[in-house]
């Protein structure tokens, strides 16, 4: 890459308002918000994080687009394994001969919701527009439109159960696992590799005992994937529910800490050379990250005043639910994560640069298989007389991501106010459409495009919908409905 290259890829990055990375604390410090890794704009559903997010789902789209994920061997393995041959993936596919045929991305804000009977079109303040009733992809490693919803309702989940777990008495660790890796590793072998490495530390007794000499109560786990110059970079965060009255915890966190590293340590070292071999062994400072996880309540308790300087400044605090979940709000320190690279893909073709983008493009594909169909996060679940982490903290029962992006919509936390609503009858859509010259989809796509100054009702007019007011939601926002003419004659209210 060019000096001048690298330097507009670096501005345009800044300009589009990501988070940047702080320097981080020390080693024991807790998981605290001293660390801001994101600033208040990336945070929200601001027009600027919705509209960066929609085109790196474009982007990312286009990249995959008429890939497959899965050889034919491994389809028919696949459909051999599963009877329903349904794809947790690719959602809108049903027969098993067609699951691994391309990536749920390519088809996410391109088709209408089955069942639906209209489509519900949001203005907010700042112009953007949130539809209701297209289907949405609900992948959390390529889709990052997608990703915003799913990892902002994740994140509220975790934040709670840290919440609930603290007032309680519980006591909340951060795990983080890694081990070194290559240039020459696939994701899909990293990420492969990491899980094997993780499943065979679980069955080692002295992880098990360390777990009970812990009071270990239950624990929900996050997966991360960045690129560097090493090659894909695969990580796992655990956040650890202990139980108070074990007598192995100390007053100082960082002692705590201190204590869980040392025990669990061997036992991931031993896991990881037996599927990675001795010169991949993990070490002591990089491999195993432990660091006490403290909630809000904490946080203001403890440190006042940093607390208070952090609410006059408007910015919110980096925590344990944080890290676990808002990878579209981070920006890489050594190695960049999978929505950077969307952006550079973009950067370097604008510039002509085709020897980067291609580069890119190779390895957006090699993540995308890489992920495929492998699950984000997990939480320990109730067996038995055995509660898991959501039953005991009373935390409602999980949702999908599919569920999450389909059916909640966007989360309260820095949502816009509405402006005006407008049900718009789907019979109606494919004559508006081509009216208009272009597919339903790209029609669709340049609805949700940011209005600036102009109203929706106008944009809708001007496309040929006749509109009809229709009595206001009860926060007093407005509400319309638009048809095609004669379908306007009964009442719609």
Partial sequence: MSTATATAVKSTSAQQGRAIFAVSESENAPMTSSVDRMNTVAASFSTASVNLNRQRRRVMAAALRGLAPLTLEEREEFAGRDGSGKSVEIREIEGSQDVGRRYSVCGCMRSIAFGKGSLTAIQKASGRVHMKGINRCGSVWTCAECAQIIEAHRGEEVKLL???AREQGFRLFMITYTFPHTIHDSCKDSMNGLSDALRKCRQRRKYRNAQEMLGFVGLVRSTEVTHGSNGWHTHVHEIWVCNPESDSFVPGFAENSSTIKAEIYPQWKAAAVSVFGKARAPSYEHGLDVREVWSDTDYTNKLPDQAAAKAESGKKRWGGDAEMTKSVNKRGKSSSTIWELMDNLSLYRAAGNDDMALVIQGQLEDYARGTYRKRRMYWTPTRGEKLGLRDRFGLRAEQTDEEIVNDAGEPVEGQEPDQVEVSM???????????????????????????EERNLLDVLKDDGWVLR?????????????????????????
């Fill in 162 to 164: 840290i919440e609930r």
């Fill in 425 to 451: 009858d789907v019979e109606a859509l494919p004559e508006i459409a081509r009216r208009n010259g272009m597919p339903i989809w790209v029609y669709l796509e340049r609805l949700q495009d940011t209005l």
């Fill in 469 to 493: 007011r229709l009595a206001d939601r009860e926060d007093g926002v407005p509400r319309w409905y638009a048809g095609a003419g004669l379908r306007l004659v009964h009442n719609k209210s």
